[in-house]
Nanobody, 126 residues
């Protein structure tokens, strides 16, 4: 079982940057595809980004492509989300998720993931 803990959320002005981090417990981090999801009030959860086990393949939703960067460090059991040029519509609770898999690719649907963090709030003011 994997426990995920997010950090790095907060309040930032439009156009600003934040870096989210997620630390995973356990010794098999490289066996997991990692993803970031977000959920805004009154909206469904949506996929933001995902990264393959090796880090060589990444996925971004159209709404964040070119502004957000996902990365991972398999030695430190961490996955990060660098968020630049933030917009008020990026305001949401951001969740880290993990899926144990033998696949070399990524997964983008929330129901494909096995483990979830508790989330961290990101608020972008206009």
């Amino acid at each position: 079982q994997v426990q995920l803990v997010e950090s790095g959320g907060g309040l930032v002005q439009s156009g600003g940057s934040l870096r989210l981090s997620c630390t995973a417990s356990g010794r098999t981090f490289s066996s997991y595809v990692m993803g970031w999801f977000r959920q805004a009030p009154g909206k469904e959860r949506e996929s933001v980004a995902a990264i393959s086990r090796s880090g060589s393949i990444t996925y971004y939703s159209d709404s964040v492509k070119g502004r957000f960067t996902i990365s991972r460090d398999n030695n430190l059991n961490t996955v990060s989300l660098q968020m630049n040029s933030l917009k008020p519509e990026d305001t949401a609770v951001y969740y880290c998720a993990a899926k144990r898999t033998g696949s070399t690719g990524t997964f983008t649907r929330g129901n494909e993931y096995d483990y979830w963090g508790h989330g961290t709030q990101v608020t972008v003011s206009s």
